[in-house]
């Protein structure tokens, strides 16, 4: 995919997908995570479960073959990996960086309000909502030593800085 490959992390509701589909739009390269890499199984051995609610949570995982394999592609300037994977820490250091999306409890909470009934941690689904906001209180699903993006930020500034940022962290191995 890039001869440089980013992470885009954070918490349910900070803004990953919107930022990947924003990148999408600007000609970058940039997966969905969530949607083209994970499916439910072990973090440890990476074999498939069959889980239902909070387990989805702590089952979701990333492909490891597809994840190697779209980082040895290097045809794309830069690769953006946008999502979280419970499976991280055998993955995170094929990244050139790690950003993790972040925002106050208080945008999180009315993004969350402005989800769908039939999407994680949407309208009514109390559960899931509690399990996020602990995450993100705790921060403990997030990858140590990366970088901070404030996405409380308009999403084009939020890109913008991300942008900014991959370059420079290109810059600094040349």
């Not at 600007?26 to 949607?35: C, E, L, N, S, T």
């Not at 999403?155 to 370059?167: A, K």
Request: with cysteine; net charge negative; charged share 30%.
């Amino acid at each position: 995919m890039g001869r440089r490959n980013f992470l885009i992390e954070g918490s349910s509701g900070s803004g990953k997908t919107s930022v990947c589909e924003e990148l999408v739009r600007r000609g970058y390269q940039a997966i969905h995570g969530d949607r083209e890499l994970a499916y439910q199984g072990a973090p440890d051995s990476g074999e498939e479960v069959v889980v239902s609610g909070l387990e989805v949570h702590h089952h979701q995982i990333w492909h490891l073959g597809k994840v190697n394999t779209l980082i040895q592609d290097r045809r794309e300037e830069m690769t953006f990996f946008c999502g979280g994977s419970r499976n991280l820490m055998k993955f995170v250091d094929l990244f050139d960086a790690a950003f993790v999306l972040d925002v106050d409890v208080e945008t999180l909470t009315r993004r969350l309000d402005a989800r769908p009934e039939d999407e994680w941690g949407g309208r009514g689904r109390h559960t899931e909502r509690d399990l996020i906001l602990r995450l993100h209180r705790t921060i403990e699903d997030m990858p140590r030593q990366s970088i901070l993006i404030d996405a409380t930020a308009p999403l084009t500034e939020v890109v913008d800085e991300i942008l900014e940022r991959s370059r420079a962290a290109g810059d600094a191995d040349r």
